[in-house]
């Protein structure tokens, strides 16, 4: 029962471009949305996240939006690095968290 | 400052043995995750632990998988009689309380098991 989805296992942009990461989720009792971005062979780190009563929320080059309606969210990245490159994974949850099957972003120099 | 500490980093097991991870939270961290994640796959849930309570297994196989979060100790994902299928990496979080918008989890290394 995959609850949360990320449909494009993969994304290359250009640096300088903006990326932008696309989520869909079913649960419609979620109440937090979270981006977490995974180096090889390290674990998830924290990225940002936002509350289900919000729309968007902004950290430096990070923003997320969230379309309750359409049980959708997006992590956009402006202006791409090539540091960026890495696997992102969408999370939702109400008392646990669950994943995405992540999205492999390669920024080209 | 230590955060999620998960070991071994690397684990090989014959088909048929047993396989033991561990997870120590971040001090003071009493909520703990366990996810796999097979090779070119995302995170998948297996379980949810607060100190000494299971409050979410539905992740875990009914067969052959355990876990505990003992009150002192770190928490142990137990797998029996490991199969092939078993091959995975292996990630611990854990969170002070309930995750949410203010309140992330932080994650382990993991623990990449092999089973030959």
């Known amino acids: 029962d995959q609850q949360v989805k990320q449909n494009s296992p993969s994304l290359s942009v250009q640096e300088g471009r903006i990326s932008i990461l696309n989520c869909d989720y079913t649960?419609?009792?979620?109440?937090?949305f979270l981006w977490y971005k995974k180096y090889p062979a390290e674990g998830p780190t924290f990225l940002i996240s936002?509350?289900?009563?919000?729309d968007k929320n902004e950290d430096g080059r990070f923003t997320v939006f969230l379309n309750k309606s359409a049980k959708h969210l997006s992590l956009h990245i402006v202006p791409s690095q090539p540091g960026d490159s890495a696997v992102y994974f969408c999370a939702a949850g109400n008392n646990d968290m669950r994943f995405g099957a992540g999205t492999r972003l390669t920024v080209k120099p | 400052n230590a955060g999620v500490m998960q070991n071994p980093r690397h684990l090989v097991r014959r088909r048929g043995q047993e396989a033991r991870l561990r997870c120590s939270p971040v001090k003071g961290h009493s909520h703990v995750y366990w996810y796999r994640q097979l090779p070119e796959e995302g995170l998948k849930f297996m379980v949810y632990l607060q100190k000494e309570n299971i409050i979410d297994e539905s992740g875990m196989p009914k067969e052959r998988f355990s876990a505990e979060f003992p009150k002192e100790g770190p928490s142990i994902l137990r797998i029996q009689q490991v199969v092939r299928g078993d091959s995975a990496a292996y990630f611990c979080a854990s969170s002070p309380r309930v995750p949410g918008v203010n309140t992330e989890a932080f994650f382990g290394q993991g623990t990449r098991l092999t089973v030959v």
């Open positions: 936002i509350s289900s009563i919000k």
């Open positions: 649960n419609s009792m979620f109440d937090y």
